[in-house]
């Protein structure tokens, strides 16, 4: 059994506990007869299986952003999103837009939590992302750097994963050090490439303005003006976490991302970001953000194989 203490924010709670309407929570400890759920000031205190709470977490940050963006909310409303069902309700917002790409495409958060991602950097200065592939994690992260690039709030953008399934052993692979690194940086490029003209990019690359660097690079620096986005952070130690994290300097922004269900680790090393995610979860500046398959934007079919994974997993 695990807790959950979650904290009513962006609404005021008198707005979530005392509508004379419905009871929400009511309506919640209904959606979720698994998990002992109580109300207390301001939050909603839940024990239960950690899976069960994750999914609890996420359904109640979608209310809260329905409740934040639409004026009028009824029971059916709530019923859907806390039981899961609220997807099409939730994605007919039609998403956020971030900033205009290469021919003026589009870049948008398009899911609600890929929005609680864009927007928890108005009020904080590191953000975790964390939710299996394809969620949109490093894209709608690398979109709101070059934004801050664009809009001259930082300097540069600096762009980090453990390399070689956190081994960081380089060596054996041929060629110099970038010919090494891009088979791992691959998607990091095809991100900035929907943003950046190639032309642009390539000169941002050769003057540092963008740099994509294996984790091991960070050590001993202090990166000041940038915004770092840490990728595949499940496959740091406790270390490796650490050390990244105490980089951070002035006016900075900073990104983990990560799918605790992907860890390539040794079996009895400890993933930084599972270990971070339990550490920092209520430290001023620090905002987790957590998605899951309805966050899905690739084929419809990778939102199937999660969710039978999932099942696979619950029922070992």
């Known amino acids: ?127 975790f992302a964390i939710g299996p592939a394809g969620t949109g994690k490093t894209y709608t992260g690398i979109a709101v750097a070059v934004k801050a690039l664009k809009d001259k709030e930082v300097k540069k953008i600096i762009l980090t994963r453990p390399a070689v399934e956190a081994g960081e052993s380089l060596g054996f692979l041929p060629g110099d050090m970038k010919e090494k690194l891009d088979p791992y940086m691959q998607p990091l490029y095809d991100a900035l490439k929907d943003m950046i003209a190639v032309e642009k990019l390539d000169d941002y690359l050769n003057r540092g303005i963008i740099e994509i660097a294996p984790l091991a690079y960070m050590r001993g620096r202090t990166l000041d003006n940038a915004f770092v986005i840490l990728d595949e952070g499940q496959n740091t130690t406790h270390n490796q976490m650490k050390m990244f994290l105490t980089r951070m300097g002035i006016n900075a922004k900073f990104m983990i991302n990560g799918d605790p269900g992907q860890i390539d680790l040794p079996r009895r090393v400890i993933s930084g970001l599972k270990e971070a995610n339990i550490i920092l979860q209520n430290v001023k500046g620090i905002q987790m953000v957590y998605l899951d398959e309805s966050d899905v934007i690739r084929h419809e079919v990778v939102k199937r194989v999660i969710d039978a994974y999932k099942r696979s997993e619950h029922s070992n």
């Open 1 to 127: 059994m695990k807790k959950l203490e979650y904290f009513i924010k962006d609404i005021h709670p008198i707005d979530f506990f005392e509508r004379k309407d419905y009871d929400i929570v009511k309506v919640i400890k209904e959606n979720f007869p698994k998990v002992k759920i109580i109300s207390k000031g301001d939050r909603l205190i839940a024990n239960g299986e950690d899976s069960l709470l994750v999914q609890l977490r996420i359904r109640l940050d979608s209310l809260l952003f329905i409740m934040k963006n639409r004026e009028v909310i009824d029971n059916k409303t709530i019923n859907l999103i806390m039981s899961g069902k609220g997807d099409d309700l939730i994605n007919s917002l039609d998403g956020k837009v971030i900033l205009y790409g290469v021919g003026k495409k589009k870049i948008k958060a398009h899911t609600v939590n890929q929005i609680k991602i864009v927007e928890a950097f108005n009020n904080n200065d590191m953000v």
